[in-house]
């Protein structure tokens, strides 16, 4: 096409510019998003539904997520390390950003004996307020005269190993700590009947598990509107059926307006 035939008609040229671009962008906007369709939420076989800011790994995309919520499917359960331990995530409460973990190890030995406390390093995680020091103590060189968590596998004639929850207990009832080699304290969400807590093992405790919160980028506005949050760039997105949307952009009642969709 020549500019001066361009310059005479323009009206069919323009048009058919027009329609071009506009069928093209209707079939971009109601083609599936394959990242909407790639962060649909999995379980591992047990276990609560993992999704943003919680990803599987491999199940789903690095972009479903954020790296420090990374989790992996082992023996189906879902299993997230944190500094270096390995916890099975027992539940995930997304309308309040907490989740109930407990240390695998305590699955797979007869005998738990965790060694370190429980560190949270540079992670987003915080410990919950429902949850309560339970302290075990190690290669003691008496035992207390007062209702302990026995650690019978830990100890033996001379070495006593116990658990406690308050340990300022012992103390009160003239029990020298100094008497034992080592301490930990591993938290326990005791948000449970406290007869049933008296009448658990040392074991049974543990594997209660604890309460962590999160801090996140907060996905139940996307949610609400049957988007899926993720990354892009970077970024925190909603990704929808159709096309990503930045954050609230389509906000209210004007889903399908499609002017305002930013890819
Ligand atoms: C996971 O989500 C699906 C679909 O929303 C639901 O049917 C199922 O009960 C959920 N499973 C768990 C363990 O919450
Ligand atoms: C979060 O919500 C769940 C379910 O509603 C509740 O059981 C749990 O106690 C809450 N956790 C926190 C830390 O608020
Ligand atoms: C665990 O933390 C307690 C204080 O909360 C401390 O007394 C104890 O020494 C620590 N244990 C280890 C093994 O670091
Ligand atoms: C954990 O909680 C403390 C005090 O509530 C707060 O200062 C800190 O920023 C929190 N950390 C994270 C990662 O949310
Ligand atoms: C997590 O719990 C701490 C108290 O342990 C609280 O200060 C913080 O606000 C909570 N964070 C969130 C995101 O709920
Ligand atoms: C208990 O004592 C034994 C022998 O002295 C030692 O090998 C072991 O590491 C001690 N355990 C703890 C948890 O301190
Ligand atoms: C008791 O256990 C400790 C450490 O676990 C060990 O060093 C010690 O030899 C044991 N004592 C007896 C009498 O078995
Ligand atoms: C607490 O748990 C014990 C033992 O599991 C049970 O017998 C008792 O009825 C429970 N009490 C309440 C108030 O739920
Ligand atoms: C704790 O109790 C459970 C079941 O109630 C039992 O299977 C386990 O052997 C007990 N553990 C110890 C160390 O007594
Ligand atoms: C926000 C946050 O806590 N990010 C952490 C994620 O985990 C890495 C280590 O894997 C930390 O360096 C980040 O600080």
Request: glycine share 4%.
């Amino acid at each position: 096409m020549d500019l001066q035939n361009f310059s005479v008609s323009p009206k069919p040229s323009l048009i058919c510019i027009f329609f071009v671009i506009f069928t093209s962008l209707v079939n971009y906007i109601l083609s599936p998003d394959p990242k909407f369709q790639a962060c649909v939420p999995y379980t591992c076989g047990d276990g609560p539904n993992i999704s943003y800011p919680f990803w599987i790994l491999p199940k789903q995309e690095p972009f479903c997520g954020n790296p420090n919520f990374t989790i992996i499917c082992k023996d189906k359960n879902p299993v997230l390390t944190i500094s270096n331990d390995d916890y099975i995530v027992k539940d995930i409460f997304y309308s309040n950003q907490s989740f109930l973990v407990a240390n695998a190890a305590v699955y797979e030995n007869t005998c738990p004996a965790p060694l370190h406390n429980v560190s949270l390093g540079q992670t987003p995680f915080n410990f919950s307020l429902y949850n309560s020091d339970f302290s075990i103590f190690y290669n003691c060189s008496s035992k207390p005269y007062y209702p302990v968590y026995e650690l019978d596998c830990a100890s033996n004639c001379t070495h006593h190993s116990f658990a406690i929850f308050h340990k300022e207990a012992l103390e009160l009832h003239n029990y020298l700590l100094k008497l034992c080699r080592s301490l930990v304290d591993v938290p326990v969400d005791v948000r449970v009947n406290f007869t049933s807590l008296l009448l658990m093992n040392y074991t049974e405790v543990l594997k209660m598990g604890f309460s962590l919160n999160w801090s996140a980028h907060d996905c139940s506005s996307c949610e609400r509107r049957n988007g899926r949050c993720g990354f892009k760039n970077n970024e925190f997105v909603c990704f929808y059926h159709d096309r990503p949307h930045l954050k609230t952009c389509n906000d209210g009642n004007s889903e399908g307006n499609f002017l305002i969709i930013i890819e």
